[in-house]
């Protein structure tokens, strides 16, 4: 019990910058038909609704496609596609009517229910719904008359910022209106992205069958660039024509996210409707549930500050404790700080190394290395290192060493060879610890 309070107390501490940074942003979220018939979907909408007392600005887009075929296939309609969208004739149409209609009104009641049995017990959430979304037909696509199915013409940005301004939760459907009265089916992929780009929404939420994207190791990415998730857009297309339907739904996600950051939402995440807790996890802790869609990558490589000391003495201490790193004290950290680059992540510093020149001798030391224990393994020490030889080239040095105990494989690997200490700059021979007995290595820049 006393572990299980500790362990609470902790991913409480850990969240509560995620938290204070979320307040007052605007999140859109999808859900398509599949979400909303899983047997998650009530936490998920327990998770809704916490963000929203948090005060995250939220708007949620739902689609229908499951309910749409069932409706078809009582009605024995046939369940046309054409490039993987629905041809929307008369009949289909009043299917598609009723099927966005149905899952509306279930999401509108879930969210009405005071969530009882709940930590949000007794919770006031006002959900708002309309015709933010106009439309137009997409007409005919090599040969075929696609009727009903739309495309985004114009989201009515204004009237959702005043409803989120009331506070209200906005519901927006996957269906679109014409200024004549005509209703068109339109992919809710596809207002989901145009949604979060017209608000300059903080970030989209897609929810999908997958966690996310998964590499060729079969490893979760917690990030992914949008030019390399074009690139996987392409690929997943191509795979779906060779009839591996199962990547139709990541290529649909992945290509509203490329669009969304296209628009300037700064980032988009992929994650699984399947999985308890996961909306959660993705925007409370620092590596999330899932995937991660973004034009630049959140972590940087930087010169350290003043204000990064405390986090570089979380990162080397326990390299020190270890004796694979010399002792440094915060003094002497905050007096070498302009030495020193970071990695930072989230605002977080999780890897770390120092440049040491010894202009004279046109050398200079690589020294303090550390990468946190729980980000190792992404070739961050190679970003790092890249950083230093670049820091060292420009101040016209023409050789790196490295002082070592225990990681001289890892530097072998990248080019150093071991060399004699004689052959250190004078006054670092001079400061040479006999009892570490410390091998030097050395790469000519």
Not at 407 to 430: C, D, M, S, Y
């Amino acid at each position: 019990m006393i572990d299980d309070i500790k362990q609470y107390v902790n991913w409480f501490r850990h969240s509560s910058p995620y938290i204070n940074t979320h307040r007052g942003k605007t999140f859109v979220l999808m859900l398509d038909g599949e979400a909303v018939d899983d047997p998650n979907f009530d936490h998920i909408i327990h998770d809704i609704a916490l963000l929203n007392s948090l005060g995250v600005r939220l708007v949620l887009v739902h689609g229908s496609r499951p309910q749409i075929e069932q409706r078809l296939q009582e009605r024995q309609i046939p369940n046309r596609l054409h490039h993987h969208l629905r041809v929307t004739d008369s009949d289909t149409l009043q299917c598609v009517i009723e099927a966005a209609a149905s899952v509306r009104t279930r999401i509108e009641a879930r969210l009405s229910m005071g969530l009882a049995n709940t930590p949000m017990h007794g919770s006031r959430i006002r959900v708002i719904s309309g015709n933010f979304i106009t439309a137009r037909p997409l007409g005919v696509d090599d040969g075929v008359d696609l009727g009903y199915t739309g495309e985004v013409r114009r989201v009515e940005a204004d009237t959702l910022r005043h409803q989120l301004d009331d506070g209200n939760i906005v519901l927006v459907s996957h269906l679109g209106y014409s200024p004549t009265g005509e209703i068109f089916n339109v992919a809710c992929e596809e207002i989901a992205s145009c949604t979060a780009a017209a608000l300059n929404a903080d970030k989209l939420i897609l929810f999908g069958s997958h966690r996310g994207i998964y590499d060729s190791k079969n490893q979760l990415r917690s990030e992914l660039l949008t030019r390399k998730a074009e690139r996987l857009v392409q690929h997943y297309l191509a795979s779906i024509e060779n009839a591996r339907q199962s990547h139709s739904e990541i290529s649909r996600h992945l290509n509203a996210a490329v669009q969304a950051c296209r628009g300037g939402v700064e980032r988009c995440h992929l994650i699984s409707y399947k999985e308890d807790g996961a909306l959660i996890t993705e925007l409370l802790t620092r590596d999330g549930s899932g995937t991660m869609v973004l034009q630049e990558s959140y972590e940087q490589v930087r010169p350290a500050s003043i204000e990064d000391v405390g986090g570089i003495l979380e990162v080397i201490q326990p390299m020190e404790d270890a004796g694979i790193l010399v002792r440094r004290s915060r003094e002497r950290l905050e007096g070498e700080i302009d030495r020193f680059t970071v990695i930072e992540r989230d605002g977080v510093v999780i890897g770390c190394a120092a440049l040491y020149p010894f202009a004279e001798e046109a050398m200079a030391e690589l020294a303090c290395v550390a990468i946190s224990s729980d980000y190792r393994g992404g070739q961050r020490g190679d970003a790092l290192l890249e950083a230093i030889e670049q820091q060292s080239r420009d101040q016209g040095l023409e050789q790196l060493f490295v002082l070592t105990t225990r990681t001289a494989h890892w530097f072998i690997e990248r080019g150093f060879r071991e060399i004699p200490v004689n052959q250190l700059p004078g006054e670092k021979k001079a400061l040479y610890n006999l009892q570490r007995n410390s091998k030097v290595f050395a790469k000519p820049l």
